[in-house]
């Protein structure tokens, strides 16, 4: 039975950017040939953008930190994201194959409508793309790694890329990058959390008790035995009784000994975000 308390969960981080994107992205549409739609690899399904602001073009479905996810988990689910879009690709920071992927199967996917053009005795004209994805989900990092140099700033935080921009992969491909967009409301406990504990929403806004309960119940149900191990723990209790068992192990304490309860939820989350617990997918 879980402890988090349903009524208590509201936070919705929704910047006034975001919904300037919307419109922005909207006005361009007709300039678009692909979408390149990112999401990570760790919640491949939760980390899907919602994109009713562009709508009927054809999509590829790029998972980042595919280095970081439980593997035979995801690939599972890359199985069925391959029914919604017209490839899946899977790749991670240093992957120097994602630039030729990419390009090849955008052309593949677009060689009908660019046959058509030439037929037409119309001039080839590059292939213009549109990077979208829910807030640091790695669309700097892929960007810097498409472009062969720095023309993006990569943070593990969300909202960092404010703005529209046009840049090149190549002399006949160009792509359009886009800020971080997430829906006005989340559907779901789970999808809240499962974005808030991999930094995909603004941490300033979070409320770290919760937080810790859902990545301490999910590491519980899904990976135990990493969770026991890294905190050295024989076996799980209940959340009150492991929290202050992981503070006093990893020094969360205040004058006199008293347990620092506020410091261990916030460990739990930052050793969480860090990687600590190994390759996890959590969808």
Request: net charge positive; with cysteine; glycine share 4%.
């Amino acid at each position: 039975m879980s402890n988090l308390n349903e009524n208590k969960i509201s936070f919705n981080w929704y910047p006034g950017h975001m919904e300037k994107t919307k419109r922005k992205i909207k006005e361009i549409e007709g300039l678009i040939d692909i979408v390149l739609e990112l999401a990570d690899a760790r919640i491949p399904i939760t980390s899907r953008l919602n994109r009713d602001f562009l709508t009927n073009k054809d999509s590829i479905l790029i998972l980042t930190k595919y280095d970081l996810c439980d593997k035979e988990k995801t690939d599972k689910l890359v199985e069925e994201l391959k029914k919604t879009y017209k490839d899946v690709i899977c790749t991670y920071i240093g992957d120097k194959t994602i630039k030729s992927k990419i390009k090849n199967i955008a052309e593949n996917i677009l060689k009908e409508k660019i046959e058509k053009r030439e037929n037409k005795g119309l001039i080839k004209r590059k292939i213009r793309a549109i990077v979208v994805g829910i807030p640091n989900v790695g669309k700097s990092t892929l960007i810097n790694t498409l472009c062969g140099k720095t023309v993006a700033k990569a943070e593990n935080r969300p909202g960092v890329t404010r703005s529209l921009e046009w840049l090149k992969i190549s002399p006949d491909f160009e792509f359009i990058d886009s800020p971080g967009i997430l829906g006005k409301k989340f559907s779901s406990k789970e999808e809240a959390f499962r974005l808030a504990s991999l930094s995909s929403v603004n941490e300033a806004i979070l409320n770290y008790q919760d937080l810790a309960i859902f990545i301490y119940e999910e590491l519980r149900d899904k990976y135990p035995n990493r969770f026991l191990e890294f905190y050295k723990i024989d076996n799980f209790t209940d959340f009150l009784t492991d929290i202050e068992k992981i503070a006093k192990r990893k020094g969360c304490l205040l004058k006199g000994g008293v347990v620092d309860i506020d410091k261990a939820y916030l460990l739990l989350y930052q050793d969480f975000k860090n990687n600590k617990f190994g390759k996890i997918t959590l969808d």
